[in-house]
């Protein structure tokens, strides 16, 4: 009898043993791809990004804010940018015609009162092999700009994803907090441009 209790209890404890030894390979393998998928960047479109920036932002934090273009602005919100008005894309958010060209959806979104206390951008590339061509065509206007009046005292562009690129200029705290948020937001971001203007 006791050695059947004997063998009975080792049996039991080979199957305790296989049982937790599958379950800490199955949370392996589970923790592991849930990493792979955390590197990724799933972005619907431009204005999700800034809509997702701008609901991070504390209530007091907050400021006047509108989006869009002339022909579609948004109250108190980011808004959806037509990429196909060249005019407007450069006047609004700086981005020169031949960086135009380059992105297919666009959002913007700005101080109310003041442009050059804040005005952000959210931009998908049609190639994401041109990110390095059209932050630099970007950089190259905003540094080059004619201000009018109070003058923006930040510049900052982000790469999010492979194919997305946020910008905005203003003064340095509404440009610092912006910069919290968009990395709370999208942690992987990467900081392409950070200049004093």
Not at 31 to 53: M, R, Y
Not at 164 to 191: C, H, M, N, R
Request: charged content about 25%.
């Amino acid at each position: 009898e006791r050695i059947e209790m004997r063998k009975t209890k080792k049996i039991m404890m080979l199957v305790v043993t296989a049982a937790l030894l599958f379950s800490f390979g199955g949370c392996g393998k589970n923790s592991s791809s849930k990493e792979e998928g955390s590197e990724s960047v799933q972005v619907k479109d431009a204005l999700e990004i800034l809509t997702n920036i701008w609901n991070g932002y504390d209530e007091d934090q907050k400021f006047p804010v509108a989006g869009g273009d002339y022909d579609n602005i948004s109250d108190n919100a980011p808004g959806k940018f037509d990429v196909s008005n060249t005019e407007a894309l450069r006047s609004i958010l700086i981005v020169p015609e031949e960086a135009a060209s380059m992105v297919d959806d666009g959002a913007s979104m700005m101080h109310a009162m003041n442009a050059n206390t804040f005005t952000g951008g959210a931009f998908h590339l049609t190639e994401a092999a041109d990110r390095g061509e059209f932050t630099d065509a970007l950089k190259e206007a905003v540094l080059n700009n004619q201000w009018m009046c109070c003058f923006p005292e930040e510049f900052i562009v982000y790469g999010v994803g492979d194919e997305y690129v946020v910008s905005a200029f203003g003064k340095s705290d509404t440009i610092g907090y912006f910069k919290e948020q968009l990395l709370k937001q999208y942690p992987s971001a990467e900081a392409l441009v950070e200049e004093s203007l």
